[in-house]
């Protein structure tokens, strides 16, 4: 089973920026597909943020955040990053790493999702 541990979060000025992390561990982490995060917003549905294919690195991105938010992952290392800057207080959220290691449907689905993490605060301040 695969454990996600993120990092990284924290409060910030709007147009400050931050890195997270998320560091797999566990058996089945070689078999991850892709991973993902995600974001909610107090009130609001958890909702797909960036993914990153294991194999050849491939990205996607919510439109509203490419410019903004850089998604990277280290294999050596298990472990997947977000980027984020120009940081504005509509990305206040918690923000979730997922993976998924089944072969159908889209890494940016939660109900596809095998493994989520507890979750990283972040905190975006006017």
């Known amino acids: 089973q695969v454990q996600l541990v993120e990092s990284g979060g924290g409060s910030v000025q709007a147009g400050g920026s931050l890195r997270l992390s998320c560091e797999a561990s566990?058996?089945?982490?070689?078999?991850?597909?892709?991973m993902a995060w995600f974001r909610q917003a107090p009130g609001q549905d958890r909702k797909w943020v960036a993914s990153?294919?294991?194999?050849?690195?491939?990205?996607y991105y919510l439109d509203s955040l490419k410019g903004r938010f850089t998604i990277a992952q280290d294999n050596a290392k298990n472990t997947m990053y977000l980027q984020m800057n120009s940081l504005k207080p509509d990305d206040t959220a918690m923000y979730y790493c997922?993976?998924?290691?089944?072969?159908?449907?889209?890494?940016?689905?939660?109900?596809?999702?095998?493994?989520w993490g507890r979750g990283t605060q972040v905190i975006v301040s006017s």
């Open positions: 997922a993976a998924k290691w089944s072969r159908g449907g889209s890494c940016g689905i939660a109900s596809y999702i095998g493994a």
């Open positions: 566990g058996g089945g982490t070689n078999s991850t597909i892709c």
């Open positions: 990153i294919y294991r194999d050849d690195g491939t990205t």
